[in-house]
Antibody, heavy 117, light 109 residues
C-alpha cells in the first residue's frame, strides 16, 4: 500500500528556515515524479515543485516561480524520503504542505507551516 | 506562467449529471498535459479521482469520468450523490512545471 507521511511543519519567524520531510512506503520514490504542493488557509492548491530521477541517477527539479531560489527539493534513496528545504520564509508561505506521487496521484495528509512573528 | 481556468462554482441535483471543465491560457488542453482531477473536502487532504486525462483510481466511484472535451479537459459526474459536494481542482503539466486551476466548488442540491 502506498503511503506518504509528511513531517517537520511548525511555527517559524519570517526570514527563517524549515525542512519538511516526506516518508514514502509501498513503492520506491525515485521511480516516480514526486511533487510538493501547498494550500494557504482558505485558498486553493498551489504547486510548489517536483523532483524526478532520470537515467544516470540524476535528479531534475522544477519549482514554482513563487518559491524558486528559496526552496530546494531533495531526496534520500536510502531512506525512501523526500525533503523540502525552505529558506527566507515569508508570511505568505503559511500553508499546509503536501507531498505527492505522480502518477497516479497519491497524496499525504500534509504538515502545517506557519510563518509569523 | 500559464493560467488554468475552471468554473468557480456549479450546482447539480442529486442523481443529476454535471461536467466540470479545465482550460489553459496557452491553448487547447492536450493529453500531453496529463490532466489530473483532484477532489478535496473541507479539512481533508487532496484525493486524486482522475489522472492522465481519463484514468481512474481504484477508489474513484464509477460515476466519475475524465475526458478531453473540445479545447478543455473535463470531469463528468453522472448520478451525483450528496457526498460529491466538494472542491474540485484541475492540475496540468507544462514545460516549466505543473499548474493548478482555481478550483470548482460543486454543490449537490
Amino acid at each position: 500500500e502506498v503511503q506518504l507521511v509528511e513531517s517537520g511543519g511548525g511555527l517559524v519567524q519570517p526570514g527563517g528556515s524549515l525542512r519538511l520531510s516526506c516518508a514514502a512506503s509501498g513503492f520506491t520514490f525515485s521511480d516516480y515524479h514526486m511533487d510538493w504542493v501547498r494550500q494557504a488557509p482558505g485558498k486553493g492548491l498551489e504547486w510548489v515543485g517536483r523532483t524526478t530521477k532520470n537515467t544516470g541517477d540524476k535528479y531534475t527539479t522544477l519549482y514554482a516561480a513563487s518559491v524558486r531560489g528559496r526552496f530546494t527539493i531533495s531526496g534520500d534513496d536510502s531512506k525512501n524520503s523526500l525533503y523540502l528545504q525552505m529558506t527566507s520564509l515569508k508570511t505568505e508561505d503559511t500553508a499546509v504542505y503536501y507531498c505527492g506521487r505522480l502518477p497516479p496521484g497519491h497524496w499525504g495528509q500534509g504538515t502545517l507551516v506557519t510563518v509569523s512573528s | 506562467q500559464a493560467v488554468v481556468t475552471q468554473e468557480p462554482s456549479l450546482t447539480v441535483s442529486p442523481g443529476g449529471t454535471v461536467t466540470l471543465t479545465c482550460g489553459s491560457s496557452t491553448g487547447p488542453v492536450t493529453s500531453g498535459q496529463y490532466p489530473y482531477w483532484i477532489q478535496q473536502k473541507p479539512g481533508q487532504a487532496p484525493k486524486t479521482l482522475v489522472y492522465d486525462t481519463s484514468n481512474i483510481h481504484s477508489w474513484t466511484p464509477a460515476r466519475f469520468s475524465g475526458s478531453l472535451l473540445g479545447d478543455k479537459a473535463a470531469l463528468t459526474l453522472s448520478g451525483a450523490q450528496p457526498e460529491d459536494a466538494a472542491e474540485y481542482y484541475c492540475f496540468l503539466s507544462y514545460s516549466g512545471g505543473m499548474v493548478f486551476g482555481g478550483g470548482t466548488k460543486l454543490t449537490v442540491l
